[in-house]
């Protein structure tokens, strides 16, 4: 990848986490470790990876997002907010009255987004279904899937993957945020899942993992999905609970938290740094 490419795909995440928690701030609290988290690869997919037009959210041959983990919706949310599918002052209504913003991402309310979620492990199935369904209507787009790590404790979900291996749905691309941590603690400490890699091989996927905060490496990851070779992908991204503001990276239950005017113009100020040097 070039540099300049790389830059502007690094620039694109840190604008995600500041509209993330711009969003979360205007409410006081929310999901911010694993909102976070996923701010990378939200770059590059809708950096230049999907196919997707905000002037037509409901395109049937776009490429679609499923975000299992709903309540990392701050972070798709304030995605879709610089993408211009709605107006970015409306990110400081998340979770408000009358919002088109709730806690968990809703298709009915928000342009852009794909499938309701939030009720975890229920995405994978969704996000197969919407695979097969594209199939078998001959339309030339791609399902991405964005799965918790903690939510793949749920048999549902492998359930889910048996069935796209099954189908051969290699239009399907789940993206696990291996960020190690979940609502009651560490992964390895509520529910061990050994070894994600030889898990989903076992399945039938064609399985990588890669480091979840370089955008180079997830941009390569991704271009060998475009192929469709008869299975389904996984890509197993090793992330950081909080990755990008170091506060709340090393709070070690950072599911959720408040977020006070003086953390939110603290942390702000760190990523307006950040961005200003990348785009310097």
Request: hydrophobic letters at 40%; a negative charge; one cysteine or more.
């Amino acid at each position: 990848m070039e540099e300049t490419r790389k830059r502007e795909l690094q620039a694109f995440a840190v604008k995600i986490r500041m509209a993330a928690l711009d969003a979360i701030h205007s409410r006081g609290s929310g999901h911010v470790g694993g909102a976070l988290s996923i701010a990378d690869v939200l770059a590059v997919l809708y950096g230049g990876e999907m196919k997707i037009d905000p002037q037509d959210p409901r395109k049937p041959d776009r490429d679609k997002l499923v975000c299992s983990k709903g309540h990392a919706g701050p972070a798709v949310y304030g995605t879709l907010a610089l993408k211009g599918f709605f107006p970015y002052d409306e990110l400081r209504t998340l979770n408000r009255p009358g919002t088109r913003l709730p806690s968990h991402c809703d298709r009915n309310k928000t342009p852009g987004v794909d499938m309701t979620t939030g009720s975890l492990g229920q995405g994978t199935s969704l996000a197969c279904g919407m695979a097969l369904g594209d199939k078998l209507r001959g339309l030339d787009s791609r399902v991405f899937l964005i799965v918790g790590d903690g939510e793949s404790d749920e048999g549902q979900c492998w359930e889910a993957f048996a069935f796209a291996a099954a189908k051969k749905l290699d239009n399907l691309v789940v993206l696990l945020d291996w960020n190690k941590r979940q609502l009651d603690g560490w992964t390895d400490d509520v529910y061990p899942m050994g070894d994600y890699m030889a898990k989903f091989q076992a399945f039938g996927f064609d399985a990588v993992k890669v480091d979840g905060g370089d955008v180079a490496a997830l941009s390569g990851a991704l271009e060998r999905t475009r192929k469709g070779e008869g299975k389904p992908f996984a890509i197993i991204m090793d992330t950081e609970k909080g990755h990008g503001v170091q506060e709340v990276a090393e709070t070690v239950m950072n599911h959720s938290l408040p977020v006070s005017d003086e953390q939110f113009e603290k942390w702000t100020a760190q990523l307006r740094s950040e961005l200003a040097a990348l785009e310097g």
